[in-house]
């Protein structure tokens, strides 16, 4: 699931995008213990890409009433949220993980929709920032991850996906679109392959290693 040869990434023009790791989301995944190995290694390249200099945005969906009054009956993903009310913005299931809360820099957005750009101002605030690069991770495969995915491809970002950072309630959905679908979009990387393409000569908060060259 990962691609052999990726381009290097350039943190001044990247972003990392952490989505929907939510405990109400965490929560339809089929075993707690991978869901708590998935945050532990989304929150190891969240504090890989940063140490780096990249963009980190946290992404996680709630509504308002607002939200849901809005919704129309024909959204067959989200009219049945709305008539529920479920996901409420201020619930703490909606809430970023413990291990996933935003540091003092990072973007964050609240979402009404699949996709991490289409109901939020976060494409634009990435722009503002000359990101021309994403590194998406989070959840789920078949749902946030893959409107993201093609939504900032049409966008014409350059695409990576944490291929060990993603998953889906659906063990064979997750297999199919990390097999056949994302590699058509975006470059799949796993945790440690994105270590190895971020700068060598970069430490701990943008620190030079020793013995380095500038």
Known sequence: MTDPTPPELDPRATALLVLDCQRATLAALPEPAGAEALVARVAGAVAELR???????????????????????GNRTFSAVARRRLLH?????????????????D????????????????????????????VVAGLTTSGAVLSTVTDAADRDYRLYVLSDGVADPDPGTHRALMAG????????????????????DRGRA???LPGSRR
Request: hydrophobic residues 45%.
């Open 107 to 134: 973007l964050t957005a609240r979402k009404t929709r699949l996709g991490a750009l289409s109901t939020t101002g976060l494409d634009r605030r990435l722009r503002e920032r000359a990101i021309t690069t994403l």
């Open 89 to 105: 913005h201020a619930d703490p299931g909606t809430a970023f993980h413990p291990r996933l809360v935003p540091g003092p820099g």
């Open 181 to 200: 679908v994302l590699p058509r979009l975006a470059h799949l990387v796993d945790t440690a392959a994105l270590r190895s393409l971020l700068p060598a």
């Open 51 to 73: 140490a780096h200099g990249a963009a980190v945005a946290h992404v996680r969906v709630g509504f308002t009433e607002a939200d849901w009054a809005a919704t129309p009956p």
């Open 206 to 208: 943008g620190q030079v």
